[in-house]
């Protein structure tokens, strides 16, 4: 089934709203406590059932260097994008480019970055299919996992934490895994 582009809308959601998605939606099963934008997928006719979304925050530093040196503060990265199992094929991408046209007419921002995670199998797909451009894998890192809850647990909280921290928090790595990086400038 293929989405029809009258029968469906993409508009600002609360982040907790988000979050909770998020939660339940995304292999993560989590995301920052903090964000940019956060935009909705909906249909048309259940303007009040969230069908999927998307999260955007500020990189690292690092990274955002890596996509725009000049303007590195004016970069956004996509770090959460979920539907629900039952959405058409292509509501990521319909979503998708909705999100960048609204950040595009805001214009506080002029690069964005993603990574599509090769440990749940993502090659980048979507983002090709959005016109995205394809700047390499990454090197792989490891991937943290609470295992009281299976959620994914990022190293960067607020400030990096090391190896040993990791660990003395009782997480566990499920092994080292590599990223495709993708970068779109508006």
């Not at 959601?13 to 920052?32: L, M, P, T």
């Not at 090197?139 to 400030?159: E, F």
């Not at 090391?162 to 928090?169: A, N, S, V």
Request: aromatic residues 10%; hydrophobic residues 35%; charged residues 25%.
């Amino acid at each position: 089934m293929k989405l029809k582009k009258s029968e469906w809308f993409v508009s600002p959601i609360e982040h907790k709203d988000a979050r909770a998605f998020i939660e339940e939606h995304h292999y993560a099963q989590g995301c920052s406590h903090t964000s940019v934008y956060r935009h909705g997928l909906f249909k048309v006719s259940e303007p009040d059932n969230l069908m999927g979304c998307v999260i955007w925050l500020p990189p690292t530093k690092p990274a955002a260097m890596s996509v725009n040196k000049e303007k590195w503060r004016q970069v956004l990265s996509l770090t959460r994008m979920a539907v629900r199992p039952e959405c058409p094929r292509n509501a990521c991408s319909f979503m998708l480019s909705r999100s960048v046209k609204m950040i595009r007419k805001d214009g506080r921002f002029v690069s964005l970055v993603t990574y599509a995670d090769e440990r749940v199998g993502h090659d980048g797909l979507v983002y090709r299919a959005s016109n995205w451009t394809y700047i390499g894998k990454m090197k792989g890192s490891p991937s943290w996992i609470d295992p009281k809850t299976g959620k994914q647990v990022a190293t960067q909280a607020t400030k990096t934490r090391t190896k040993q921290q990791m660990l003395d928090l009782g997480y566990e790595v499920a092994g080292s895994f590599a990223k495709h990086k993708y970068v779109l400038h508006l």
